[in-house]
Nanobody, 121 residues
Framework: VQLVESGGGLVLPGGSLRVSCVAS????????MNWLRQAPGKGPEWVSS????????HYAAPVKGRFTISRDNAKNTLYLEMNSLKPEDTGLYYC???????????????RGQGTQVTVSS
């Protein structure tokens, strides 16, 4: 199993960014997928999850309405579109594989190395 994130960078407050996660080594379309982030000096924070096939999504309160998670099962790729970014969104963003059913959505067993997102003027 391999998860490789990309797309991070430095962005101004109010700006937008899209990060991606390319998966390999497993049946991508059969697993819930998640985005998490970790700010400097803090623990991991769950950001968003997406269901296997019909795209049902879930968001943490701080990002709801600003972030959009999506997936392309044909390309084994997970995305996170981030709009109206704030300095408190700064952190290492990484994707994590969940289970195959709703009750295991956030039971992460593999994660990527992450991509850094910095929101600053």
């Amino acid at each position: 199993v391999q998860l490789v994130e990309s797309g991070g960078g430095l962005v101004l407050p109010g700006g937008s960014l899209r990060v991606s996660c390319v998966a390999s080594g497993f049946a991508f379309g059969r697993h819930y997928m998640n985005w998490l982030r970790q700010a400097p000096g803090k623990g991991p924070e769950w950001v968003s999850s997406i269901r296997t096939s019909n795209g049902q999504t879930h968001y943490a309160a701080p990002v709801k309405g600003r972030f959009t998670i999506s997936r392309d099962n044909a390309k084994n790729t997970l995305y996170l579109e981030m709009n109206s970014l704030k300095p408190e969104d700064t952190g290492l963003y990484y994707c994590a594989r969940g289970g195959s059913i709703l009750s295991t959505m956030r039971e992460y067993d593999y994660r990527g190395q992450g991509t850094q997102v910095t929101v600053s003027s």
